[in-house]
Structures are given as structure tokens and as C-alpha cells.
């Protein structure tokens, strides 16, 4: 009798109690579906933080600890390191800040960005004095032809981030013919970056489901056998994801991180179900019976299956150990897929190929009799003997040397594009074109470096009395 802690044994005990296999996880399909759809918004950000302790963090924190930081374009005070704000540019290719059309346009937004709820103050070369006011000269650019306001959101980055949507079309809602009026900032470019991941997930899921269903009716030239790696895919995503939602509750993972589960999920369970549904099929064309079929397939199979999955999971804990939001939000997804693919495997796989039996060979009707298991042996024969693959494995075992050479130039030459790879964190230079990078290119050519981007640097020397303070911040532009 095949032990139960086998993968055969596993695969013959989900044979035999298909419903209650199939019930299990309908049940932890529902339950995850319940946890994403009430615990995933919440449990995820668009922000890149480091979980361990740089210098950078404890800046942040002792300016948050000890001081309030004053932002010299806003003027607004808050005790957080990095105050939440946009930069709007109104630009015109054919008239300056100095036509009285572009200021009535300028003050225009800057009345109607100041009623928006939740908007601490919007600034405009008009409230320094003119255009051709000394204060007036960082909000223009030396050609005259575009200007800055710089908003400054009130609360915190939630508060923000739930008033964003009104913010933009109050933007969107002054543009003029002949000026452009655009925003930039960090709320603009998490909502660009969330909306390319939303839409390449929606892409993914429209293109490469069907491609992959395809694909696989191709390879088993039938419908339900081919729906069933799609069907482990789905399942496997939709777990992971719910597993996501429910431990984004202890610490913040990355949006990022669903992009992953769906990237891997679809891979994996593809692959993993094809392996078992394939084999068991072959099997059951040698003449075995249907649950001495399932046993040998999660014998065989399934067990490659374990241990692929075994090394992936060991492969990806490596990402968890780069000390960043995103890295590990990407590896726990990873892992997290991964390791419910190959439960499914081990489980599910089984108990549905009990409960379809030969009706996974839909719509053809196979008969597997003697007459089949005989014509298989034929066909092992050939195909391990007089077959392609199996004249090609003895030519390359004649000579291993020359073989072995080859493929080692033709790796390396494959790889040789490694050596001209660009690497670089991705920003919004990196972005398709849109309105934040318009803006983005109009801040960077027309307007000082740093406005995006300023670095604090922050002078410490212990706890001091009121009598005697110490320490300080600098607020620095770079390019």
C-alpha cells in the first residue's frame, strides 16, 4: 500500500475522496475571495520603503521625532520628512507669464486648486508680487513660456491620496486652448504607475489566457483536458492573492506584488497540470486503470512537480532578503503562488481526474482497451528507439565532448546581450508618454533641478534642553 506521505499516496487518497478534496478547495477559493475583496486595498502601497535601518530612514525619523520642517516654496510647516505636494506648469508655445491671458489662467487654477477639499495652499508667481518680482523668479522659466504653483496637500499621505481624484480634474478642468495645464509630483506618479500595472494585468489576463488555453488544446487536442492547467492557474492566483490580502495586514506590500502572483500563477500551474494530466493519460493508454493511473502519474510526476517547486521557492527566498517594500513584496508573492500551485497539484489535480475520468478527452471518445495499451507499447518503442528524441539522445551521448562544446558556445553567445544591459531603478523617465511625463520633461528642461527630488540633510547632537537647541535641516536641491 502506497504511503499517504508519498506524492502517489496523496494522489490515490484525492482519488478516492474527489468531493471532499473539490469541497476543500471551493472552500479556501471562497474564503480568499472574501479576504481580497475586503483586505487587499488596505493591505497594499505604492511606496518603496526600506525594512531595515539606513541613514536615510533615520533621518526621516528624527526630523519627524524633533522638528517641524518648513517647505520654502509652499510655506507650509509639517512634521513630516517629505511634505505631500504637487507641482502644477502652465505652459504656452505662443504667449509669456507676461500676456495678460496667461496670468488670468494662472489665477484661475490657483482659485480653483485652492477650493478643493483637503488642498493646505497653491502659490503662483502672481502672490509674489508679478512676474517681474525677485520672488517671482523660481516659478518661471527663462523663457517666460510656462510657470510652477506648488500645492501642498493637507494630512497625511492617506488623506492625500483620497483627494487626489478631485485635485486632477479640477487640473484637467483649466486647460485652455493654446496652454497646457499639468501636474507632477509623487501622488500623480504612483497614480501613472498604478494605472500602467492595472492596465498590463488587464492585458495579461486578455491575452495571455487565451493564447495559453489555445496552446494547450493544441498539445492535448482536447477541450477539458486543456481547461483543467487553466483551471489550476485561476485557482492558484486567486489563493495566493487572498493569502496577500491577509498578510498585508501585519506589514504594507507593494502593488506590485499581484502583477507577480498572475505572472507566475498562469506559469506554474500551466505547467504543473500538464505534467499530471499528460502522464495520467499515457498511463491510461498503457492499459491502468483510473485510480492506478492517478496513483502512478502523482508517483511520477507529481513528485518532479514537488521538487521543482521546492527548488523555486528556495530560488525566490532570496529576494526576501534585499531589505526593500517592493523586493519582498515580489518574492512573497512569488513564493506564495508557487507553493499553492503545487498543493493543487498534489490535491486537486487528482481528485478531478477522478471525478472526469476519460471525459477529460472531450470532445474525441477514446476507447482504452487492450488494442490502445498495445499500440502505446508500439509507440514507447519508437519514439525511445526509432523516434526523433530518441535518435538524438544516442547521437548526443556518442559524442558528449563535441555536443557539450556546442551548447556552451551557443549559451554563451545568447548571453552576450547581458553585458550591454542597462541597469537602473525605473522612474518617470521610464514611462510611456503621458501628462505626468510631459510634465515631468518641462519641470527637468525649463525649471531648477531638485524640485522633485530635494535632499534633507539633517544634523543631530543628542536630546538638548529648549535653552539650548541643536540640530538642524537643510533642504537642498540636486540634479
Given amino acids: ?69 518648513t517647505d520654502p516654496e509652499t510655506g507650509q510647516t509639517s512634521m513630516n520628512a517629505e511634505p505631500i505636494t504637487e507641482t502644477v506648469i502652465v505652459r504656452s508655445e505662443t504667449t509669456t507669464v507676461d500676456d495678460p491671458a496667461f496670468q488670468t489662467l ?27 518680482a525677485p520672488g517671482a523668479a523660481g516659478l518661471i522659466s527663462p523663457d517666460r513660456h510656462a510657470t510652477l504653483i506648488p500645492v501642498a496637500f493637507a494630512g497625511d499621505l492617506e488623506e492625500a491620496e483620497s483627494r487626489f481624484h478631485g485635485y486632477m480634474e479640477t487640473v484637467a478642468s483649466q486647460r485652455a486652448d493654446g496652454f497646457q495645464v499639468l501636474t507632477v509630483g509623487t501622488l500623480s506618479v504612483d497614480e501613472e504607475f498604478n494605472a500602467i500595472a492595472e492596465s498590463d494585468l488587464q492585458a495579461a ?62 506559469a506554474v500551474g500551466i505547467d504543473y497540470a500538464l505534467f499530471i494530466v499528460e502522464r495520467y493519460r499515457e498511463e491510461r493508454r498503457r492499459g491502468a486503470a483510473k485510480h492506478d493511473a492517478i496513483e502512478t502519474a502523482g508517483a511520477t510526476a507529481s513528485k518532479a512537480v514537488l521538487f521543482s517547486g521546492i527548488t523555486v521557492v528556495l530560488a525566490l527566498t532570496g529576494m526576501l532578503l534585499i531589505p526593500t517594500t517592493i523586493f519582498l513584496s515580489l518574492g512573497l508573492g512569488a ?18 481526474l477522478s471525478l472526469l475520468g476519460d471525459r477529460i478527452d472531450w470532445p474525441r471518445r477514446r476507447r482504452y482497451d487492450a488494442a490502445t495499451a498495445a499500440a502505446q507499447a508500439v509507440a514507447d518503442h519508437e519514439t525511445y528507439h526509432g523516434g526523433f528524441w530518441g535518435r538524438t539522445t544516442r547521437v548526443v551521448m556518442a559524442r558528449p565532448a563535441l555536443f557539450a562544446t556546442l551548447a556552451v558556445v551557443l549559451l554563451g553567445g545568447l548571453s552576450l546581450p547581458y553585458f550591454g544591459l542597462e541597469r537602473g ?13 510631459t510634465a515631468f520633461t518641462i519641470l527637468q528642461r525649463d525649471f531648477a533641478a531638485g524640485r522633485l527630488n530635494p535632499v534633507e540633510i539633517v544634523v543631530n547632537c543628542g536630546q538638548r534642553s529648549a535653552e539650548q537647541p541643536c540640530g538642524g535641516v537643510s533642504r537642498s536641491a540636486v540634479d
Wanted: cysteine-free; aromatic content about 6%; glycine content about 10%.
Fill in 1 to 69: 500500500m502506497t504511503s499517504l506521505l508519498s506524492t502517489g499516496g496523496l494522489a490515490r487518497m484525492s482519488a478516492r475522496r474527489p468531493w471532499t478534496v473539490v469541497g476543500a478547495w471551493v472552500l479556501t477559493l471562497v474564503l480568499s475571495g472574501f479576504a481580497a475583496a475586503f483586505l487587499l486595498g488596505g493591505a497594499l502601497t505604492s511606496e518603496i520603503t526600506f525594512t531595515n535601518d539606513p541613514e536615510s530612514v533615520r533621518g526621516f525619523d528624527l526630523i519627524d521625532e524633533r522638528m517641524t520642517v
Fill in 106 to 132: 494662472v489665477q484661475g487654477t490657483v482659485d480653483a486648486i485652492r477650493a478643493v477639499p483637503g488642498i493646505a495652499g497653491a502659490q503662483s508667481f502672481l502672490d509674489a508680487g508679478g512676474a517681474s
Fill in 205 to 266: 489576463e486578455a491575452v495571455g489566457l487565451p493564447v495559453a488555453l489555445l496552446i494547450l488544446v493544441v498539445v492535448f487536442g482536447a477541450l477539458v483536458a486543456a481547461g483543467i492547467p487553466i483551471a489550476l492557474a485561476l485557482m492558484s492566483i486567486a489563493v495566493a492573492v487572498g493569502l496577500t490580502a491577509l498578510i498585508g495586514q501585519i506589514f504594507e506590500l507593494s502593488f506590485f506584488v499581484v502583477n507577480m502572483i498572475t505572472m507566475i500563477g498562469l
Fill in 335 to 352: 513564493i506564495l503562488v508557487v507553493i499553492v500551485a503545487v498543493l493543487a497539484t498534489l490535491t486537486l489535480i487528482p481528485a478531478m
Fill in 425 to 437: 531603478q525605473a522612474g518617470i523617465a521610464t514611462l510611456p508618454n503621458s501628462d505626468v511625463k
